[in-house]
Nanobody, 120 residues
Framework: QVQLVESGGGLVQAGGSLRLSCAAS????????MGWGRQAPGKERELVAT???????NYADSVKGRFTISRDNAQNTVYLQMNSLKPEDTARYYC??????????????WGQGTQVTVSS
């Protein structure tokens, strides 16, 4: 079993910055792609950013140029640096990972989420 735990959410004013972290733990053999998604009340979940083990990244148009995803493979951790935050960024942010367990089962895992609120 693999678990993801996010941290770093909070309340920030528009134009400010926040850094989210997500640590994977459990019976991990390897982790392929990792990413971040977000969901605001009444809205569809939106994929914000993804990153491959080699560091190749993709971003949603809504955050491109403002957010940066990175990872530490040795620590099984993924980060999301959020700059120039807007009220529209307010959402619960979820960490995602494609994991292979020591038992060689494949799991697509989501964390419990961390709330980000941006005030105008």
């Amino acid at each position: 079993q693999v678990q993801l735990v996010e941290s770093g959410g909070g309340l920030v004013q528009a134009g400010g910055s926040l850094r989210l972290s997500c640590a994977a733990s459990g019976s991990i053999f390897s982790i392929n792609n990792m990413g971040w998604g977000r969901q605001a009340p009444g809205k569809e979940r939106e994929l914000v950013a993804t990153i491959t083990p080699g560091g190749f990244t993709n971003y949603a148009d809504s955050v491109k140029g403002r957010f940066t995803i990175s990872r530490d493979n040795a620590q099984n951790t993924v980060y999301l640096q959020m700059n120039s935050l807007k009220p529209e960024d307010t959402a619960r942010y979820y960490c995602n990972a494609d994991a292979i367990t020591i038992a060689r089962s494949v799991q697509n895992i989501w964390g419990q989420g961390t709330q980000v609120t941006v005030s105008s």
